[in-house]
């Protein structure tokens, strides 16, 4: 399984930016999937997670309200829509698959990691 995560990039404090995640090489439905992010000098840590249907989606904390997590299956791409960006959102945000997560945050649930897609947020 392969992920591709794409929409990075720079904007202001205030500014949206919706990023993508391409997976291929699996049935993509039977994938939970989440996006996690990490910072320089920064563990990596849990943004968002969304169930294989998109029935269920689970949030950080600093996160919740500014960013929504979505998926379409038809096009195998979960995306991540991040509004009210603040600096201390800048990271390298990853994509991850995961079969039947118990607890979202966990990022040793997922067996499958993407790249990486850098978003810079100037204040």
């Known amino acids: 399984v392969q992920l591709q995560a794409s929409g990075g990039g720079m904007v202001q404090a205030g500014g949206s930016l919706r990023l993508s995640c391409a997976v291929s090489?699996?049935?993509?439905?039977?994938?939970?999937m989440g996006w996690f992010r990490q910072a320089p000098g920064k563990e990596r840590e849990f943004v968002a997670a969304v169930t294989w249907s998109g029935g269920s989606t689970y949030y950080a904390d600093s996160v919740k309200g500014r960013f929504t997590i979505s998926r379409d299956n038809t096009k195998n791409t979960v995306y991540l829509l991040m509004n009210s960006l603040k600096p201390e959102d800048a990271a390298v945000y990853y994509c991850?698959?995961?079969?039947?997560?118990?607890?979202?945050?966990?990022?040793?649930?997922?067996?499958?990691w993407g790249q990486g897609t850098l978003v810079t947020v100037s204040s």
């Open positions: 991850a698959a995961a079969r039947e997560l118990a607890i979202a945050m966990n990022d040793y649930e997922y067996l499958y």
């Open positions: 090489g699996g049935t993509f439905s039977r994938y939970d």
